[in-house]
């Protein structure tokens, strides 16, 4: 057994108590008060391990965003992970079960930030960090789309070598991710005009007419082909029933493998026209984030990685998923990275959201000899 390996497994109680520590500080992305809250024990978990203080980035609407430095070498990695959840305070209970652990943001991404401090605490203890320069950068509202935190990630990571992201494994085979789709969010927004649907309809232009045809419009973008879906995933409008409606709402989600297929939806959903003369359209949003590409960078990456689990006496393997993280604003960049070195487990955002116990020194122990060979 490696000796770093050795090392995190001799402290699995300790790794999965700091975990159930800081998944106790429930932190739903929303709530700034509890955010900070948990950012505040994020601190002390790294004061208590690693020895460093926060560099605050203070937020006045989101939580504020925490970077640590550890090492003075000239070789920068970052190591990113958020510690927001979509989980409302008391939502979900914190158990243990068949060698399990249940609880809110174990997974996405509480349990990937502890490996990584224990990661990088065993480098520190076995004298293994050599010229390694590591910066953690932490931010609390990834699970909005990161808008208080995209441009502070991108120029924190400008001048570093590779970013590590410690997000989650895939759920089916433990998966490092090599890509992810972009994201976008759009809204649409009908005005017609209202009329009484009894006495005089036709002085009414229906909202809700018009946003039939746009859904069909919009859901007739989709390229399954080329990895890109359009998803008009809520929709509403009206107020009475016997009223013609006045005004509706479109909120559409899309997911993008590729640059240009985001260029694509976005001008033709900013360029979509009303069918019913007399509606007015406003439409609002964009593309939350670029896609991750997979290229040669991250498959160099992905391939340093393999050798690094084979040395620990197992096997990773690669996969490109629909989701999106704030891995793709630093591959977007340029900049070598590699998404998917935090927990194994299932259920991100559901209510069976778990980790598996067994697996927390090993996959730390993944982060720590990936980082001795870069």
């Not at 991100?348 to 990936?370: G, M, Q, T, V, W």
């Amino acid at each position: 057994m490696s000796a770093i390996l050795s090392y995190l497994t001799q402290h699995q109680d300790d790794i999965l108590a700091d975990l159930e520590l800081l998944a106790k500080a429930e932190s739903p992305s929303h709530d700034k008060s509890a955010v900070d809250a948990c950012g505040q024990v994020l601190q002390q978990l790294f004061i208590r391990h690693l020895g460093v203080k926060a560099e605050v980035f203070p937020r006045s609407e989101y939580g504020n965003h925490l970077a640590f430095d550890i090492g003075n070498g000239t070789r920068k990695t970052i190591i990113m992970g958020h510690f927001d959840t979509v989980w409302d305070i008391g939502r979900l209970s914190l158990r243990r079960e068949d060698g399990k652990l249940y609880g809110p943001g174990v997974l996405d991404m509480k349990g990937g930030l502890i490996q990584a401090i224990w990661a990088v605490k065993a480098l520190k203890e076995l004298e293994l960090l050599a010229d390694h320069h590591i910066r953690f950068l932490c931010n609390a509202d990834e699970e909005l789309g990161s808008p208080s935190s995209r441009e502070w990630i991108e120029a924190q990571a400008k001048d570093c070598r590779q970013v590590l992201v410690a997000e989650p494994t895939t759920a089916n085979n433990h998966a490092l991710k090599t890509g992810r789709k972009g994201t976008g969010r759009f809204y649409v927004h009908i005005k017609g005009r209202a009329a009484h649907a009894g006495n005089n309809p036709e002085d009414g232009i229906s909202a809700i007419q018009e946003m039939s045809y746009q859904i069909q419009y919009l859901h007739s973008l989709n390229a399954p082909q080329n990895g890109t879906t359009v998803n008009v995933g809520v929709a509403s409008g009206g107020n009475k029933i016997n009223v013609v409606a006045e005004e509706a709402n479109l909120s559409i989600d899309v997911r993008v493998t590729r640059l240009d297929e985001a260029e694509r939806i976005h001008k033709a959903i900013y360029g979509s026209q009303a069918k019913l003369a007399g509606i007015e359209l406003t439409i609002t949003g964009g593309m939350v984030r670029p896609p991750m590409e997979r290229n040669e960078a991250a498959g160099k990456l992905f391939g340093i990685a393999q050798q690094a689990a084979k040395a620990l006496g197992f096997e990773v393997e690669e996969a490109s998923v629909g989701g999106g993280s704030d891995g793709n604003f630093t591959a977007a960049m340029g900049i070598p990275t590699l998404d998917g070195l935090g927990a194994t487990g299932a259920g991100p955002h559901a209510e069976y959201e778990h980790i598996i116990i067994e697996d927390l020194p090993k996959r730390s122990a993944l982060l720590a000899e990936l980082i001795t060979r870069l």
